[in-house]
Each structure stands twice: as C-alpha cells, then as structure tokens.
C-alpha cells in the first residue's frame, strides 16, 4: 500500500508517512501536556526591576497519577529599568523536576527543584546634563554626557519551584507556579560615553571624543517569579491503578 510495503526485512514504513507513524506511535504511548505561559518576575539584579514574559511550556504529568514530573519552561522575558531609559531582556530555559505532594481528579500540587539556561541582555542609557570638564587652558564648562551601559551574559540559574495544576475536564490544565532562583551569570560589559556638544577651545571648536571599553564580569542576584500556564493534556488523565 502507499503507507507500507513488506520485503525480505518484514514491513517497511513509507518515508514520506514516517511523521505521521511517529505520531501515533507516541501519543498512544506516552502522556504530555503541552501550551503556554505568561510570566511576572522580580529580580535584584537591577533594583525596582520586573520582567514580563511568556512561552512555551511541556509538562509529562499535569493529572497523571504519578509521582514525578517534568516541566520545561522556554521563553522571553523583557521590561524597562525605572531608573534610566533602557531594556533589559532574558531569554530562558528552565527545567523543572517536579514531586507530587497531593493529586486527585481535579488537582496535583507538586514541587522540586530547577536547572536554567538563561541568556542575559541589559542596555541602559542616561543623561547626564551637570558634568563639568576642565580643557587644556584651565577654563570649565558645563556640557551634556550621554552613557550607554550594556550587559551580555549566560547564566545557569538554580532554583526551586511550587506547582498548583488544576485539571479541567479531560484534556486541559490550568497551573500557577511560584518560583525562586539564585542567578549567578558570567559575560562581557560595556560601557560608551561621549558629550553630546563640542566646545571651544583657544579658538578652535572640537566634538569630545567617545570613551568606551569592554570588561569580562561575573554578576549573581536572586529572582522571585509567578507564572500561569494554560496546558492541552495529551494521555493525561488521573486514573487510579486497579
């Protein structure tokens, strides 16, 4: 037939229906939820600082009844500093080991420990309008400073997160999970600075130069984070073993 052919070697399946063989051979074999998240997380790293984010979530137990599951969590997160005028954005991917402590029909509450792979990307940019610079002759003027500071780092965030999924009908799953991570991230720093006016000296008008340097630094801070996930179960019922 066009789906398989049968020779020496038994049954063969067809190349071209191979993802749809896989398919089926996995769902009727293992459960999965799959779906989105949105996310609210408030880190030290920059005082003041609140990131917002949403993703890709896949949990192996959202109602199963069963004692472990795994989560994975993979998505972006973004806000701007209160303090200057700038962006900072965290693209995550947080595994998630989870325990259930209670579970029936319509609840499993589970918690356990996390491993991340985050990628961190911080630009700030500030005014600075009182600077006083002294010239060649003596003389002092004020003029504007313009800085723009940029962070690029990884980090493997360690941490340990609560789950709270309440299972509606067969096939979906409402969670809130509570999270808290200790982040220590290793990567380059960069820093430009230039005034924003040239100036006259002995006659002569000349544009201040732009200063700017780069440094390898390492950096850690704690993150406190809630995030709420829809979830389409997949083989995922709570069914008591007979």
Same mark, same amino acid.
């Given at each position: 037939s066009k789906w398989s052919s049968f020779d020496r070697n038994g049954w063969q399946v067809s190349p071209e229906y191979a993802p749809v063989f896989f398919l089926l051979f996995t769902g009727s074999s293992y459960a999965l939820g799959?779906?989105? @998240?949105?996310?609210?997380?408030?880190?030290?790293?920059? /005082?003041?600082? %609140?990131? *917002? &984010?949403?993703? +890709?979530?896949?949990?192996?137990?959202c109602a199963l009844d069963k004692k472990f599951n795994y989560r994975l969590n993979a998505g972006i997160d973004t806000s701007y500093p209160k303090e200057h005028k700038g962006i900072i954005t965290r693209i995550r991917l947080d595994n998630i080991f989870g325990?259930?402590?209670?579970?029936?029909?319509?609840?499993?509450?589970?918690?356990?420990?996390?491993?991340?792979?985050?990628?961190?990307?911080?630009?700030?940019?500030?005014?600075?309008?009182?600077?006083?610079?002294?010239?060649?002759?003596?003389?002092?003027f004020a003029t504007?400073?313009? @800085?723009?500071?940029?962070?690029?780092?990884?980090?493997? /965030?360690?941490? %340990?997160? *609560? &789950?709270?999924? +309440?299972?509606?009908?067969?096939?979906?799953?409402?969670?809130?999970?509570?999270?808290?991570?200790?982040?220590?991230?290793?990567?380059?720093?960069?820093?430009?600075?230039?005034?924003?006016?040239?100036?006259?000296?002995?006659?002569?008008?000349?544009?201040?130069?732009?200063?700017?340097?780069?440094?390898f630094f390492g950096k850690g801070g704690l993150d406190a984070s809630c995030t709420v996930s829809f979830l389409y179960r997949i083989n995922d019922r709570f069914v008591k073993p007979s």
């Open positions: 799959i779906g989105g @998240y949105a996310s609210v997380t408030y880190h030290n790293h920059y /005082p003041g600082n %609140v990131l *917002l &984010g949403g993703g +890709f979530v896949l949990d192996t137990a325990f259930s402590v209670f579970r029936n029909t319509g609840a499993r509450i589970w918690i356990g420990p996390s491993l991340g792979l985050h990628y961190f990307y911080t630009r700030i940019s500030y005014l600075n309008n009182k600077s006083i610079f002294n010239n060649n002759t003596g003389s002092f504007d400073v313009n @800085y723009r500071l940029y962070y690029r780092a990884f980090g493997a /965030p360690l941490g %340990v997160s *609560l &789950g709270f999924n +309440f299972n509606i009908g067969d096939n979906v799953t409402l969670s809130c999970e509570l999270a808290g991570r200790l982040n220590i991230f290793v990567g380059q720093k960069s820093l430009q600075y230039y005034r924003l006016y040239s100036i006259t000296v002995s006659g002569n008008s000349i544009i201040l130069p732009m200063e700017k340097y780069n440094r």
